[in-house]
């Protein structure tokens, strides 16, 4: 029912910041939460952040403060800008989408994903 893109990333500096944004096509007009995921090889996508329709963000415990979500009231885009870039931060990030008001942080209950985008961070 939609379609997910994910751009944005790319080679950056330990420090520089990116906005990473996730378009869609299909059924925009619905409702949908969603959210960003990141994994780096070998490893589970493990989530970063999300936000619902109309604006509330869906986090896994308290905030990290390099990082903030947004969309606009149409649902999409939903940037995700990060702040301070560490080598940490290096992975393929996924937008993902589930339809309606969803709280899960667990990459089982998003049941659309984009292709992913490469942040790589040198130090």
């Known amino acids: 029912q939609v379609q997910l893109v994910e751009s944005g990333g790319g080679l950056v500096q330990a420090g520089e910041s990116l906005r990473l944004s996730c378009g869609a096509s299909?059924?925009?007009?619905?409702?949908?939460?969603v959210a960003w995921f990141r994994q780096t090889s070998g490893k589970e996508r493990d989530f970063v952040l999300g936000i619902k329709h109309g604006g509330p963000i869906l986090s896994r415990g308290a905030v990290n403060d390099r990082l903030t979500i947004s969309s606009d009231s149409a649902n999409f885009p939903v940037n995700l800008e990060i702040n301070d870039l560490r080598p940490e931060d290096s992975a393929i990030y996924y937008c993902?989408?589930?339809?309606?008001?969803?709280?899960?942080?667990?990459?089982?209950?998003?049941?659309?994903w984009g292709q992913g985008t490469q942040v790589i961070v040198s130090s």
């Open positions: 299909g059924r925009t007009d619905m409702q949908w939460t």
């Open positions: 993902a989408a589930r339809l309606g008001d969803y709280s899960g942080t667990e990459p089982r209950g998003y049941d659309y």
